[in-house]
């Protein structure tokens, strides 16, 4: 049984009845409009994220680049690691020579593994060593030229030393302006990975060629590790930009 | 009310027509009800009915699959109420105004007066009693089956509404609910309980 109070309360309930906002299903579905909008735009920046944050971790999977073994995280994944990484994908696959290199090109080239420096005994830009000059952080920015051979069936990783990438960036392009550069321009590391070996061989041979550039302050030696497998040991290599100029 | 009605949205008709139809069909009854829960905010009902529809329309055809979709979306209005409480609990209740508290007995003011104060005394209870409140004597549910809409045992509805009808009952005060049965007046005017 209701009491007294209750049947006022309810009688309270229903006298207080009104008619809805007359613009109800508009609203409704502007709601639903916004809702969509709101859900495709998070889905857009999950996978952008994703992509983002998959392709250097990608790359240093396959170049076996220490970066593999670190956690990914806000340490790991600042915009310097990403803006360094991520650009150096259009150097990284294979490119069969296309004749602009001179029939002995390997004689005037410098070699680390597979990896070869093209002209570069004429040019002098890079030499092996592991033991830069103490002569840096002088002088302007110049930008160095250079043609990388990779043989076929191989992988590369060039790595420039931490001490060094205050100075020092690889250009992924052929570039012969002239400047003004900026070291934000560059990249810390690329990875080359050349054809595989059944693949017809090119102009130059058998080995895919890369138009590259390098950043550097006038003056200075930059450490850079050549890294052409998981395991092997890396080789080190010293860009140099001598007072005359990075290149002929 | 025709809360019971049962009505057919799993047809070949689109999900968006059913809808429509659903709206045009429920939206007084569960616009009150969302004012009831609310407090009587009409911003505050507007805004809930509008995020309670909007929800049940990206899962209409789920929510007509077991029949009437009426219940299912007065369970999400109750849901949505009590989160939203939740969430602005903090807030600080509002007193009920001191001119509403004794009204007089008799005229027709005086009825609309009493309700207008039950309904304040309704608004200032905890989002919980309020639902229980609202869904008992508004929407003329049984103990069980507002158990079942809230998702609680019937022993707690009825603990929740004894709770909420004794609180109401001392916001509203015993003037506005004489029962001569029980008291009696003395020559000089006063009331006693026998």
Redesign the interface.
């Known amino acids: 049984m209701m009491s ?3 049947r ?14 007359a613009n ?2 508009q ?2 579905r502007h ?2 409009r916004r ?1 969509v909008r709101r859900v495709s735009f998070a889905c857009v920046a999950v996978a952008a994220a994703i992509a983002i944050t998959a392709q250097p971790v990608a790359h240093a999977l396959r170049a076996g680049h220490p970066a593999a073994a670190r956690p990914v995280g806000p340490a790991s994944v600042g915009p310097a690691l990403g803006s360094s990484m991520a650009p150096a994908a259009p150097a990284d696959g294979c490119q069969p020579s296309v004749g602009a290199l001179a029939p002995n090109w390997r004689d005037s080239s410098l070699q680390v593994g597979p990896v070869w420096f093209a002209y570069d005994r004429v040019q002098r830009y890079v030499h092996l060593g592991s033991s830069p000059g103490d002569h840096r952080g002088a002088g302007q920015l110049e930008v160095g030229v250079m043609i990388v051979e990779v043989d076929y069936g191989s992988r590369a990783a060039l790595t420039v030393d931490p001490g060094a990438q205050s100075y020092f960036r690889f250009l992924n392009g052929f570039d012969n302006g002239s400047g003004p550069y900026a070291l934000s321009a560059g990249f810390r590391s690329l990875t080359l990975v050349s054809c595989p070996p059944g693949t017809p061989p090119g102009d130059s041979g058998r080995v895919s060629d890369y138009y590259l550039g390098f950043i550097i302050k006038m003056g200075s030696d930059a450490l850079v590790e050549v890294r052409t497998s998981a395991s092997a040991r890396p080789i080190p290599v010293i860009f140099t930009c001598l007072r005359t100029g990075c290149d002929t | 009310m025709g809360v019971g009605d049962q009505r057919d949205f799993t047809g070949a008709e689109g999900a968006s027509a059913s809808f429509e139809e659903f709206v045009g069909a429920s939206s007084a009854r569960l616009y009150t009800m969302a004012l009831l829960l609310t407090g009587r905010q009409r911003a505050d009902a507007e805004d809930l009915l509008q995020g309670v529809l909007e929800r049940a329309y990206r899962h209409w055809r789920r929510i007509c699959r077991n029949g009437d979709p009426e219940p299912y979306v007065r369970q999400m209005l109750v849901h949505a109420s009590v989160d939203r409480w939740r969430q602005r609990r903090r807030q600080r209740e509002q007193p009920l105004a001191a001119a509403a508290a004794n009204p007089a007995a008799g005229d027709q003011a005086s009825e609309i007066a009493d309700r207008d104060m039950l309904l304040r005394a309704l608004g200032a209870l905890p989002a919980g009693q309020r639902a229980v409140l609202v869904l008992r004597y508004f929407c003329d549910l049984s103990e069980a089956q507002t158990a079942a809409t809230l998702g609680c045992s019937v022993g707690s509805v009825k603990k929740q509404a004894a709770r909420a009808l004794a609180s109401m009952r001392a916001s509203v005060g015993p003037a506005a609910e004489p029962e001569p049965s029980t008291r009696a007046t003395r020559g000089d005017g006063a009331v006693f309980d026998e």
């Not at chain 1, 309930?13 to 008619?19: G, K, L, T, V």
């Open positions: 007294d109070f209750e006022r309360l309810r009688a309270a309930m229903i006298a207080a009845s009104e008619q809805p906002p109800l299903m609203e409704i709601r639903h809702h």
